[in-house]
């Protein structure tokens, strides 16, 4: 079967030649336009002189109903539905046969799925070959021979085997690095042109409020400045490829009640104020700034109303509002949710009927295309939905497509290319230094940090992470790039300097967990041998490297955690390893915010790695013994407990606030005040020095920009990266706003002694609220601006005033 299988891949791949596709016998391929309608004849949508409108119009105007249906559902690649690599006979008697709107990770090769596994993801070659010839298919062998737009994930690099790997959202959002994300986004595009792809679904643009949800992981920021800012640049890095960029998950998806994921899935609390002005923000700054091609549509609801069913949300405010104007993909199972999870229809093609009024353009889902295409041709059939309708949902696909050169150039120029663009060796340092900038320091008592090897001999490397690379791979990632974990790189690097022992410790989880976070109990005698082993190895170590945190089992699409602690028996396993008196420097390898309060208090030196790339044992190795100065901030608040949740910034006015101490209504003390670790925070093994704010001018009118500067300075003794950051606060206000707002941040790069003005300026929808009567203004007023190293630790204060006309 495997010798037949691979004469039969031959055969196909030898209709292909290297810069991509051979003329059909038909001749259909003229010189500067393809015949796709094969009807001889050069028809508006087929010549590039016209304009999109023009050539969408006629395209529409040729189109059955049956073509027009099939541009509203994505076909899942092999082997999640479509079962076959490449095209057979079969095809021509599925739906199909008249088009298909996407094809949706196809050939990728996923992590840890054997299923998914194909011979022509890798080389690359294979994989922009086998695109081809699909592409070929559908042109050639439909009517109409609309072509294929290939989507892909792309959440922390091209979900594809062997792509340029990037640390998770988490970790790329704790750069703080803008240049740094757009050329991020440079190299996913870039990788999904070569291998065939023209969409990838990223950024994720959700806001982390709450980090028992699974999907922190996933995301930038708690933020919605900092992830629209960081969002508005991957955006624009993967579209300046020539590919589109599908932003998610629109909207109000990322803090489902308690923080609930799995089988809830919905019931958002978010009051209409704080929706649009926290949770819609970055989306509303990235589709005016970076025009994303795509948008998916969440299965929450919001206020009992199912989001893929509003047409106030996919389309008076998406599209009207927001000015988007391309098209709108669900989510897996948004669409069906509408009956079984939200009952607001009766049968699945009321389900239909809504979600394409509403605005939905694409139905995406582990499901085959005919389960929502007959029911939309029956719907249509029956008067229940008009031509006009669909005529306008699959005007905004065919747009997509003609923007994207789909008709002009459908295939993949030169393949063997592939293997020559795709994850280079610059893009391998590139990954390296995303990974390294991702790194936050969160305490270092006493200058433990960085490790002088000169003057440490026996180090331990301990803890259920240590040995682990599994963080690294994610579904909607890189697969089957070498990983160096924690004790190879801390091996490698001490190579014949530093003696090296490794002793695991404890696992991850317990046997009873999470039950094992309501109640004590006991150690199993495994579980204290291998506590003990790793404390008698302790003993006899200069230092120990304590490596915990979560899997990629413990945190994720539908991972919820209801306790916030290091998992299992991790802190049982620390406080032994104190016990010895032996220096422990603490490396957390994690996907959320965690109550890290005994390790703070007790632990003199902890690293913040959350889930990095591949590179991430030499890039932590490096980092502990001084070769890389961490410069990462965090860009989740870590609070002292889940009671605290949520706990946030930025946060409205007294909402975080202490008690009252004077004696009197309200006074006393019933509960943990504060966050462990605040938004912005992070060390570094030099010093800052801020000085000479300058705001101006200090009275404008609200359609003037404001100008902000001073200096920061490096006053240590090893060059350092500084994340400045803006805050910006509206003393007085119709309705509450937020205690402060982040409005601008730059990291900074300085060598000793070094001093460098920063620039910020203040447009005036930086300054802008929602008023009293829901109308975004900028109010006249005074407001105060702050320059800080964190949310909390502020250095510089000055103030400008907004006057009426």
Known sequence: MRIYKLFFSVLCLLFLTSAGIKKDKRNIYKKGWIDFNKNGIKDVFEDPENTIDDRVADLLSQMTMEEKTCQMATLYGFSRVLKDELPNEGWKSRVWKDGIANIDEHLNTIANRPYTYTEYAYPYSNHAKAINLIQKWFIEETRMGIPVDFSNEGVHGLCHKKATPLPAPIGIGSTWNKDLVYQAGKIVGREAKALGYTNVYAPILDVARDPRWGRVVECYSEDPFLIGELGTEMTKGIQSEGVASTIKHFAVYSIPKGGRDGEARTDPHVAPREMHQMFLYPFKKVIKEAKPMGVMSSYNDYDGVPITGSHYFLTELLRQEYGFDGYVVSDSDAVEYLNEKHHVTADYKETVRQVVEAGLNVRTRFRTPESFIEPLREIIKEGKISMKTIDSRVADVL??????????????????????????????????QITKESMVLLKNENELLPLDIKKIQNVLVTGPMAAETNYAYSRYGPSFNEVVSV???????????????????CEVIDESWPESELMEVPLSAEEQAGIDAAVEQAK???????????????????????????????????????????????????????????????????????????????????????????????????????????LNFP???????????????????????????????????????????????????????????????????????????????????????????????????????????????????????????????????????????????????????????
Request: aromatic content about 10%.
């Open 399 to 432: 747009s997509v497509k003609f923007r994207l050169g789909l008709f002009d150039q459908p295939f993949v120029e030169d393949c063997e290319l592939a293997d020559k663009v795709v994850h280079t060796e610059e893009d391998e340092a590139f990954s390296r």
């Open 487 to 505: 004790l190879e790189g801390i091996k490698n690097y001490g190579a014949e300097k530093l003696n090296v022992k490794y002793v695991k410790g």
């Open 651 to 805: 946060h409205k006015v007294a909402s975080q606030a202490g008690q009252v101490e004077i004696p009197g209504n309200g006074y006393g003390k019933t509960r943990v005040l504060g966050s462990l670790y605040p938004f912005g925070y992070g060390l570094s093994y030099t010093s800052f020095e801020y000085s000479n704010l300058n705001v101006s001018p200090k009275n404008a009118y609200p359609q003037a920009d404001i100008s902000v500067t001073f200096s920061v300075t490096n006053t240590g003794k090893r060059a350092g990266d500084e994340v400045v950051q803006l805050y910006l606060k509206d003393e007085v206000s119709s309705v509450t706003t937020y205690e402060s707002q982040l409005r601008g941040f730059e990291r900074v790069h300085l060598l000793p002694g070094e001093t460098k003005e920063v620039r910020f300026t203040l447009h005036p929808e930086d300054l802008e609220l929602l008023d009293i009567n829901m109308n975004w203004t900028v109010e006249p007023g005074k407001f105060k601006v702050m320059i800080g190293s964190s949310s909390e630790d502020i250095h510089l204060n000055d103030s400008f005033e907004i006057r009426s006309y």
């Open 540 to 646: 006899q170590s200069d230092v120990v490297i304590a490596v915990m945190g979560e899997n990629e089992s413990r945190v994720g699409e539908s991972k919820t955690r209801t306790n916030l602690e290091l998992p299992g028996r991790q802190l049982q396993f620390v406080k032994a390893l104190y016990a010895t008196g032996k220096p422990i420097v603490l490396v957390l390898i994690n996907g959320r915010a965690l109550t890290i309060n005994w390790e703070d208090k007790y632990i003199p030196a902890i690293l913040e790695a959350w889930f990095p790339s591949a590179s991430s044992g030499d890039v932590i190795a490096k980092t502990l013994f001084g070769d890389y100065n961490p410069g990462g901030k965090l860009s989740v608040t870590f609070p002292k407990s889940v009671g605290q949740i949520p």
